[in-house]
């Protein structure tokens, strides 16, 4: 390739350097986001500058410097996280280290070092996340160390090693590769010595414990993962797949908040439920917040791993003892048919009709005027009587309504008609509230995307709902979805508003719809075989793993006998090959070997330590034997021998041998 001309004209050691650099800034790019932008700023700087300098051949900068410079890099890290201890201070620290580490390259020592801090630097992004797409980009800076590694110790004079450097790295990574295998399977995961800090995914979060109208449409414009769902069965219909989240009770004119922030209610939810049992699987992102996402309703708390704990609130949000910060595998046992909540008014009921005062005139108003308009209507039929001015008013779902004002509830009914579902179901809510009947706010996930790759329901962010509980006697609470009547594709099929997608997105789905349904889905069933078996690879799947092997009551401490066991076995076999390796090191040597043999076979004497030279003095009769012989010293030793090691070889099954 001509535009690699100019790099494989340079010195041995400039292109090392400039190949080392390049490692490193594959190993540092990843984590940008999450560095302080003039940690980043001067990673990229230092970089840049020691690329300039082994370009040019020119002189690395004095210690002086390097000196101001990590002072520099020490003060700025204490002004930044004020500590110079913990994750991202640490993190920060270890970049800008690497970083001016690679200024004063003027020894293998100084690589050395390099190399290592390249290392650990690498081993950090693990820190932020554990997503696929980061090991397999660990997993080329990982070859890329090591080819930098092997070409260390490769002889100076050597002109071209970094290919042969690579392939010696990706044979030892194919080596070591089993035994990362067994490692990672029987390595005994003892909490909290397993694992990566708590806090690696924190301040990832979808759904929030409070709404205010007019911010759950971001969601919509997140693509991400919220959770995976795998049913034991066939599927419930795609109208029945609500998912709880938050229930959002108290309202004081702009934000929906629950009832018990503190979560600390729990309590009888006089919950019924009738019919068969769905029974399914919940992979749920991390979030940073305690709630268990299931569908309505579940009796019954989620089997959680070791160590959690769930309650149920007696508005049937399910809750964890502690957020979730990784991923969370959970099964869940839900009723399609359900009734819950006091089936006569009580006073509990009456902070369910409670509005702020002095918010919605016109709303209030409305209320006034339907209650004249059907004196004595029971809750069904105001409801019905809602959901119909909804649905013939001219009133439109909506990613962009627009900013809402004071009145939120007075500018959808009479204003804007037009909304997210949050809008219309607060404006719904507020509505009945005015009625006097008992609602309130539902926050969750309805729907999902089948992947027929793997047959787990995909749900994301922009699947995000919000919609209403209204109480009616004999019944109790009861799910009204008013953004079904806006909008019936939103709710019972996949019909979603679409964010903007980039330039390549939306031509690949513009050309192929297909194709692009064909890749996501494909991606998707990759990252989730990658969340379920190695993200989610727990201790009760090793403990799992010994029951299928045989073990009746498996403990972490026959995980430890197991993996010894294998540990000498596969030691063991190294000694073996090893042995059988040191014998076929050389070709060479093998072939003059049995050439030494064939002889000793009639009657003729081979010292072990004889060359070539004195083997063929030992025939003097046997001129093709003798000439075979003396071509193999010619070409170990002679400096341009016109032979090859395969010839010989070929020649030597010819040969004639004394009898």
Known sequence: MRWLTPFTTLPRDSRDTLFLLAVIAWVVLPQVGNLPVWCALTTAGVLGWRGWLAWKSRPLPSR?????????????????????????????????????????????????????????????????????????????????????????HMPVENKAPLREAARIAGGMALLGAPIMAVLFVLFPRMAPLWGVPSDAMAGRSGLSNQMQVGTMASLALDDGIAMRVKFDGPPPAQRDLYFRGPVLSLFDGRTWQPRYNDFSRTGASDLQVSGPPLKYQVTLEPNNRPWLLALDAT????????????????????????????????????????????QRANLS???????????????????????????????????????????????????????????????????????????????????????????????????????GVDGFWVVRQSDAHAWAEVWTAGQGWTRVDPTGAVSPGRVGSFTRLQAPRGAIANTLATVSPDTARRLRAAWDAVNNGWNQWVLNYSQSKQLNLLKNIGFDSPEWEDLGKVLAALLVLASLGGAAWAQWERRQHDPWLRLLDQARRKLAKVGITVPASAAPRQMAALVPDQPALRDWLLQMESLRYAPHSPGSLAALRRAFKRLVWPR
């Open 299 to 342: 009796p019954q708390a989620p089997a959680l791993p070791d160590g959690l704990s769930a309650v149920m609130t007696p508005d049937l949000q399910w809750l964890a003892s502690r957020p979730t910060t990784d991923l969370l595998r959970y099964q869940a046992q839900s009723y399609s048919q359900f009734r819950y909540g006091p």
């Open 64 to 152: 002086w410097w390097l000196a101001v410079l990590l002072g520099m890099a020490l003060a700025a890290t204490l002004a930044t996280h004020k500590t110079l201890l913990g994750r991202d201070a640490g993190v920060t620290l270890i970049v800008v280290l690497l970083a001016l580490k690679t200024l004063e390259l003027r020894a293998r020592r100084d690589a050395f070092v390099v190399f290592f801090l390249g290392f650990f630097t690498m081993l950090s992004n693990f820190f932020f996340s554990q997503s696929l797409l980061t090991a397999i980009a660990m997993l080329v800076a990982l070859l890329g160390l090591l080819t930098a590694l092997v070409n260390a």
């Open 349 to 451: 009921l009456q902070s369910f009709v409670e509005l702020p005062a002095g918010f919605n005139p016109r709303t209030l108003q409305l209320a006034a005027d339907m209650r004249r308009a059907q004196p004595g209507a029971d809750t069904a039929a105001l409801v019905q009587t809602v959901l119909t001015r909804l649905r013939t008013g001219g009133y439109a779902y909506t990613l962009d309504p627009g900013l809402y004002g004071r009145d939120t509830a007075d500018e959808f009914w009479f204003d804007r008609k037009e909304g997210f579902c949050e809008h219309i179901a607060s404006s719904f809510v507020i509505l009945m509230r005015a009625l006097d009947i008992p609602a309130r706010v539902v926050t969750g996930y309805q729907g999902g995307e089948l992947n």
